[in-house]
């Protein structure tokens, strides 16, 4: 596309939101910075920039019909291609926020039913999550119904090694961890005890994390069931 000398400049010299420490220094820098005719295509486009980092904070890619729109747009001249992307914002920003709202309704309901829902309950259905959809723990959790109770650990480094063999030393010490977590959670079982805030959902996508990333939330998670333990008995 080609742009006319005066929109290369105004792209030259504008500056985009993330430049800013606020939304707010970047609306100043708009207002007596850009010049007064360039100021609603300029704050269009800032918009654009925003809409599209809450995409990508949220891992998701922009959906494609507001892709091929914006592409659609960038092709138009002023003032068709403004008056047209601020309607694409305003599109988006609905489905943004229709997002948040179905994700709360779906939060509360979540929180509710826990509500309703023992403490042992809410473990067990856990470690019956865990057992199926994290490949670590479930191998944990088959090795321990093949084995009677007295020998439970004492082959389980060699069966994780034959499991495991051609996995790096994270992928091992990370199913070396679901023991520990296993025993935990069993503890908060037994003695009906509630989890601490926001750890259910922590565990529930441990293994979904990759890298040295997983290992410091799986560390985290267990010092902090360790420490809540502490607490109880203590109390």
């Known amino acids: 596309m080609r742009l006319s000398r005066a929109h290369k400049r105004t792209t030259m010299t504008r500056k985009p939101p993330s430049d800013f420490e ?5 609306l100043t820098h708009v207002r007596s910075d850009v010049p007064a005719q360039e100021r609603r295509n300029t704050l269009a486009v800032g918009r654009m920039e925003l809409l ?9 890619q922009l959906p494609a019909r507001f892709a091929e729109e914006l592409e659609r747009i960038e092709s138009l001249l002023d003032p068709a291609r403004t008056i047209a992307l601020e309607g694409l ?19 509360t309901a979540r929180d509710e039913r826990q509500a309703r829902t023992s403490p042992r309950k809410q473990i067990q259905e856990l470690l019956d999550h ?8 479930a191998l944990w959790a088959a090795y321990k119904r093949g084995v009677s109770d007295c020998s439970v ?6 069966y994780l090694a034959e499991q495991l063999e051609s996995q790096c030393d994270e992928e091992i010490d990370f199913a ?17 005890l509630p989890l601490p805030r926001l750890l259910f959902e922590r565990i529930w996508f441990l293994h979904s994390l990759r890298g040295r990333e997983r290992m410091a939330q799986t560390r985290a998670v267990l010092g902090t069931l360790m420490a ?4 109880c008995t203590s109390a």
Do not use: P
């Not at 606020?22 to 970047?26: A, E, F, G, I, M």
């Not at 305003?90 to 994700?103: E, K």
């Open 89 to 107: 914002n305003d599109s988006i920003f609905r489905t943004i926020t229709m997002h948040l709202s179905n994700q709360a309704r779906l939060t």
């Open 176 to 192: 070396r961890a679901m023991v520990e977590l296993d025993r935990l959670l069993a503890r908060f079982r037994a003695d009906d």
């Open 153 to 158: 650990a004492e082959k389980w480094d060699e």
């Open 52 to 60: 599209r980092s809450f995409y990508q904070l949220q891992g998701l």
């Open 130 to 137: 865990l057992a199926q959809k994290n490949r670590y723990f």
């Open 228 to 231: 809540e333990l502490r607490a």
């Open 22 to 26: 606020s939304h707010d220094d970047w």
